[in-house]
């Protein structure tokens, strides 16, 4: 049962690893989505400036469509990601349950050993024997 606890407790330890990986990723992909969408806004606030010469707003525009199709790519993975990262801590989850499992009996396995430990000292103190089987 100790065995059977302490691969239990290995899995919990993988398991919250990679729940630490997968919201990192997310944490990562949702700060890019962020600055892409900053730089956006700023490229937008230079164009809504009425001072700004047709040149710039047609070197602009390119960068326009390059920075939207970013954003749609990131969002997609952002998406992606959080569906990763839910499994992730779904698995983890149960991986906490099945420690919570092996440890309830190894407790149990614990207990029943120290009983029989107690029984049969009990039994060699008073010079009984057990029954034949």
Do not use: C, W, Y
């Amino acid at each position: 049962m100790v065995a059977t606890l302490r691969k239990a407790r290995r899995i919990e330890s993988v398991q919250g690893q990679m729940h630490q990986r997968a919201e990192s990723a997310l944490a990562q992909l949702e700060r890019a989505l962020a600055e892409v969408q900053r730089e956006r806004g700023e490229v937008l606030a230079v164009l809504n400036n009425e001072a700004v010469p047709s040149f710039v707003i047609a070197l602009a525009a390119p960068r326009l469509r390059a920075l939207d199709a970013q954003i749609a790519r990131l969002q997609q993975e952002v998406a992606h990601q959080k569906v990763v990262a839910l499994d992730a801590a779904m698995r983890l989850k149960r991986a906490e349950r099945l420690t919570g499992k092996a440890a309830t009996h190894a407790n149990a396995a614990q207990e029943r050993a120290d009983l029989d430990d107690a029984l049969e000292a009990f039994i060699a103190r008073s010079g009984a024997s057990f029954p034949p089987a």
